[in-house]
């Protein structure tokens, strides 16, 4: 069996976080929460996504497999209310997930499962030389004005500086977020840097896979020279964490 | 002649929701007030508004039949401000309807009428099995939730409960308001059963005669199996009444 | 030398209000601030600005002729936040002008010069019969009014009163503002009247013209008949001019 109850707002947080980048997703289900993760249709970006059982109000659950089309389940979770009580819960026999929404009013969905076989995909442990974190809105911020210029952009580390640039034929876009400069909002809340280093992506890839944060959510971004850039951050407990492959320049 | 005064929000919400469904209407005025009844398009659905002289604030009409574009007329209302007054006054000579906005600035529309007969349509007098009144805002709500899985669904009256069921190719939804349950909202305000029903309707046509309410107009609701649907509300005085075929299921 | 800062709202205002008619336009900069003027494409409407340099924080200007790209410096501009300061400066030697946006982060463009010469347009020195000031916001209301019923507009000045006229194949529209009226909103703030006239115009221009006005915002509108209509307005110390030529009816 699984049967889980938490509230709406931190649920939806998570799946549209995850659901910006994939399109289906193996919810690996077992007595200790929920895990899942996958790549991109293209290969170029992978999700992973953990929700220990402690941030449910109730959890129980057997070791499942749900295979599950993201969009279809984004649009029922779009539907919930943030105040109100989400209850997912396997009927096994129907081979369906049952979402229902509680408060004065019981709404319930059905949806199929999909044949997604789990995918046992790991983050790779990658050592990384620099690693910042910086405050979601701004970093957001720096990916629009990158992209009034290009389609791409490079992140830098260099001398006490996180920056994120940006080179068109005409134009260009620069962000400097200065480790030197007295910042009271804490917007580039920590900067460890080991090398100068420098790593190109596509705008469009981390624009999916910061679309769901908050303003005031912490990302942890860890970086190197033509590295995949690593990107994590919570969301009321549960965890995660996106890797982009570097555009290597020709 | 035809002359009445109101404030322009009430006026707009009556038009609104008469416009959702059909494109043009025939004004019956007269010492009472102002009446109008159409058909859709397709046949499948009745609007029937009424709007007695008391809920302006001057009124004098003798008896005309006034053939209005709605759309036209719904884009003219749509420029009010819900604090300016409204005249609308009948021009017999230029045949042509004047909507006029009071407030520090006059502004006044002309607008042609158009040959359309009254239609002399009343709402049948139908005996119903159930009735249930309900919060506007639920009701929509419902449909919503229903739209993601399919283009029609079902009401059922069953013990002690008002549901609105859909079922689609994957998924399906469901949404239930119990009788039985302790309701501070009142979202669920009547329930009269008398026999367990249901009949199902094209969702797009319900989405339209509801898409002018407000979260909390009551509407009131008669249910009966394979049986038209009858829908009422009372927008400051005037009342709405809509009625729709069910679909056969074949 | 060139180096301008100011706050980013007052900018963002001259640059909307300027680049939504012209396409390009040339900045002549000089020790006292900064002039431009252009015609619209199809040389039916000019807009001039004057921005003194006493709407600068801090300002800098040798003799120079900035060529701008008025669609790319809109979209650069948008990017900063109302209370961000702003900072211009001309980088000679790589023909760019730079756009630097500073709170706790730096973020900088770098915009390519265009080769537009200065036009050396003047708005000209017309006497008009009549003149009347209005706040912004009725008068856009009066010009979406027109809208509904046909593309070009009349602007009247009769008998104590100032009047937006529109006339469709079937329906018309019609804007009174009475000097005779009190009106304690001063919607009317000022009417000098020399001889009845009336002129007739392109409604998109006009709507282009006032896009980026703010409701309360005074526009001085020159009239007289067949004659373009001149409409002027300050954003904090900086002047907006625009000339529109009517439409001549055959």
């Known amino acids: 069996m699984f049967r889980a109850t938490c509230n709406t ?7 549209n976080a995850t659901s910006n980048l994939v399109d289906e997703i193996c919810f690996e289900v077992d007595e200790n929460g929920i895990k899942a993760s996958a790549m991109d249709p293209s290969h170029v970006a992978l999700v992973s996504m953990e929700m220990p059982k402690e941030v449910f109000e109730e959890y129980e659950g057997d070791i499942h497999d749900i295979g599950i089309d993201l969009e279809a389940l984004k649009k029922i979770i779009a ?5 109100e009580k989400l209850i997912l819960d396997l009927d096994v026999e129907k081979n369906k ?7 004065n009013v019981t709404r319930k ?23 910042v974190s910086i405050k979601a809105g701004a970093f957001v911020e720096a990916l629009k004005d990158a992209e009034l210029v290009n389609d791409h952009i490079t992140l830098k580390v260099d001398e006490d500086k996180f920056i994120i640039y940006s080179k ?4 260009q876009s620069e962000t400097v977020f200065d480790n030197g400069i007295e910042d009271d909002d804490a917007t580039l809340a920590e900067f460890n840097m080991g090398e100068a280093s420098r790593s190109t992506f596509n705008l469009a890839y981390l624009k999916d896979l910061t679309k ?13 020279s ?25």
Chains 1, 2, 3 share one sequence.
């Open 226 to 250: 033509d590295m995949p850039v690593k990107i994590e951050y919570e969301v009321s407990g549960s965890k995660l964490v996106f890797l982009l492959a570097p555009r290597i320049e020709s």
């Open 79 to 83: 539907r919930g209310k943030g105040d």
């Open 212 to 224: 769901s944060t908050a303003a005031e959510d912490l990302l942890k971004i860890y970086l190197g």
């Open 109 to 131: 969905f059905s949806i199929a499962l999909y044949d997604v076989s789990s995918s046992n995909l790991k983050v790779p442990d990658i050592e990384y030389p620099n690693n």
């Open 9 to 15: 707002r931190d649920f939806k947080k998570v799946i």
């Open 97 to 103: 997930l049952n979402v229902t929404f509680k408060s």
């Open 168 to 171: 068109g034929d005409l134009n």
